[in-house]
């Protein structure tokens, strides 16, 4: 959601998806049900850009800070479209929330976020989510939580089984 939007609620059709993720199997993530007109972040372009530049400036803590965000949109209903929201997150994964807050109000990964996006579209990605898997067809929207780590898992095995075709599909886009 690139604009900016005050308006935003979460709505009955929100909940329902948080709802059926939440009733997945025990190895689910925790979803936070939110009442209907709660405010719904404005947009995702800054936790996009707050999540590329700890990508690309400290690449070591990106997995931590991208599932913080996870766990904070969803397991804690947080407006991840606030800076300071987002610079908090940051500091609980050890990124210096003032560099964070820097690079937002600089624009500083904009450029990258839009590139990476037009690229997604390109390719024909328009759902949220969507899910990569080398060698596996695109996994797009509310997937129950065992069928994407069986498919996480099969890509893995195909890996170790097969190293060089797997980096070869990889480089052919499959």
């Known amino acids: 959601m690139p604009e900016d939007r005050a308006d935003r609620t ?3 059709y929100h909940r329902a998806h948080r709802q059926a993720a939440g009733a997945q199997d025990t190895d689910s993530p925790i979803f936070q049900i ?3 007109g709660q405010c719904y972040p404005r947009s995702s372009l800054h936790a996009l850009e707050a999540a590329t530049w700890a990508r690309e400036a400290h690449p070591e803590l990106f997995p931590a800070f991208d599932l913080a965000l996870f766990e904070a949109f969803f397991g804690r209903t947080e407006d991840i479209s606030n800076p300071e929201v987002l610079a908090r997150i940051g500091r609980s994964v050890g990124l210096d929330p003032a560099a964070l807050r ?3 109000k600089a624009g500083h990964s904009r450029p990258l976020v839009w590139r990476e996006h037009l690229e997604a579209t390109d390719q024909g990605i328009h759902g949220i989510p969507t899910i990569l898997i080398p060698g596996q067809a695109p996994i797009v929207g509310a997937v129950p939580y065992g069928e ?3 498919a996480a898992e099969s890509a893995l095995d195909e890996s170790r089984e097969h190293p060089e075709g797997t980096r070869a599909a990889s480089r052919e886009g499959g």
């Open 34 to 36: 939110p009442a209907v």
């Open 102 to 104: 820097a690079a937002l």
């Open 148 to 150: 994407l780590k069986r």
């Open 10 to 12: 979460f709505t009955d």
